[in-house]
């Protein structure tokens, strides 16, 4: 039987550096290293961890509610414990019904909460047949080119399908109003 700690107490971190030197002394290093992440920027690896998507998370624009809204729904991701609230409201615009305002709120990781900020400024003005044709693929390429993990794509996805059922609950509450 082994003893439980031969060497005494570990301190905290100690086991990922230890394990950072040997993925780096066998090539295995972060992909920015290693050539394989998409070269976003000017050839830069755009990365989760990326000074763009911490600002948003920090200080995001679309963030918090106020006033009336058409549409709300909710959702989350279990891997990550994301969970947030997206609230819409539509309007008349130029080619007819517009995504008008957005707005999330809730508790989600920084790539999640990034993205969902990213999510509800740059839909502001589309038609909701254009937001449904968004995919997580061009979240990714709206962020320079960001590569994730299949895990962490729940996290691009999570706001996308909660603003998409948002759009569905505000067509069915102002859909009547709207069409006149």
């Known amino acids: ?85 997206v609230r819409v409201s539509l309007g008349r615009g130029a080619e007819g019904v517009v995504l ?15 993205t969902a900020d990213l999510l509800m400024e740059r839909a502001r003005g589309m038609a909701p047949a254009a937001v449904r044709a968004l995919g997580p693929d061009d979240l990714l390429r709206w962020w320079g080119g960001l590569e994730v993990g299949r895990t962490r794509k729940g996290c691009v996805e999570l706001p996308l399908s909660v603003l998409k059922r948002a759009l569905d609950a505000a067509e069915e509450h102002a859909g009547a109003s709207l069409l006149q």
């Not at 295995?28 to 600002?55: N, T």
């Open 1 to 85: 039987m082994r003893a439980s700690a031969p060497c005494g107490a570990r301190l905290p971190g100690k086991r990922a550096r230890e394990l950072r030197r040997l993925f780096h002394r066998r090539g295995r290093g972060c992909a920015a290293e290693r050539g394989g992440a998409h070269r976003g920027r000017g050839g830069v690896a755009v990365r989760i961890d990326d000074e763009l998507i911490l600002e948003r998370y920090r200080h995001p624009h679309a963030k918090g509610f106020d006033g009336a809204f058409d549409g709300a729904a909710a959702g989350d991701n279990p891997f990550c414990g994301d969970a947030i609230e």
């Open 100 to 114: 008008e305002r957005a707005a999330f709120d809730g508790y989600a990781c920084s790539l999640c909460a990034a």
